[in-house]
T-cell receptor, first 116, second 114 residues
């Protein structure tokens, strides 16, 4: 079974600084997707960024980027120029590319605080 | 754009009561699923469906029933609520497989069982 581990329950960053959230996963598959979801106090789950395992290039979405190390099974999220609105729970998630079922396996989350 | 709509947003039940959490999506997605979110445990899959008339169990299915009579709707039933089912419940939907398979989540239902 696939597992996703987020070893940082809480992180803190100052506004305008950069922070990196860690995620490791365990799988025997070679074709899969990895995701970072943001959950603000509103509870809404918002997709931040997605990485396809067969792509070596790290995904980037504006201030958000990932460091995908397939051999090490590591998938960290870097947030640059942090803003107050970035404060939220962040979940790392894995999905096998089966072509049919789309089950996501989530990590336990990292709560990010952004301070002035 | 409605996306994924969950009702109700909040619910308080007494032990042994039954209820149905509603989930509807208007994106014609084949795949729908229910997760529960508990403190320190992330989101765990309860049940999922890959199309009308097809459902399957996830990681934590005990105490929950689902059905999928239409593409749009995927209700979650608690037949006899227990305090252990106090949680936040999320419904999600997506296309099946492939690179465009991104799951969209509802706003969640906070359920308390006393």
């Amino acid at each position: 079974a696939q597992t996703v581990t987020q070893s940082q329950p809480e992180m803190s960053v100052q506004e305008a600084e950069t922070v990196t959230l860690s995620c490791t996963y365990d799988t025997s598959e070679s074709d899969y997707y990895l995701f970072w979801y943001k959950q603000p106090p509103s509870r809404q789950m918002i997709l931040v960024i997605r990485q396809e395992a067969y792509k070596q290039q790290n995904a980037t979405e504006n201030r958000f980027s990932v460091n995908f190390q397939k051999a090490a099974k590591s998938f960290s999220l870097k947030i640059s120029d942090s803003q107050l609105g970035d404060a939220a729970m962040y979940f790392c998630a894995y999905r096998k590319n089966t072509g049919t079922a789309s089950k996501l396996t989530f990590g336990t989350g990292t709560r990010l605080q952004v301070t002035l | 754009n409605a996306g994924v709509t969950q009702t109700p947003k909040f619910q308080v039940l007494k032990t042994g009561q039954s209820m149905t959490l509603q989930c509807a999506q208007d994106m014609n997605h084949e795949y729908m699923s229910w997760y529960r979110q508990d403190p320190g445990m992330g989101l765990r899959l309860i049940h999922y469906s890959v199309g009308a008339g097809i459902t399957d169990q996830g990681e934590v299915p005990n105490g929950y029933n689902v059905s999928r009579s239409t593409t749009e709707d995927f209700p979650l039933r608690l037949l006899s609520a227990a305090p252990s089912q106090t949680s936040v419940y999320f419904c999600a939907s997506s296309n099946l497989g492939g690179a465009k398979n991104i799951q969209y989540f509802g706003a969640g239902t906070r359920l308390s069982v006393l």
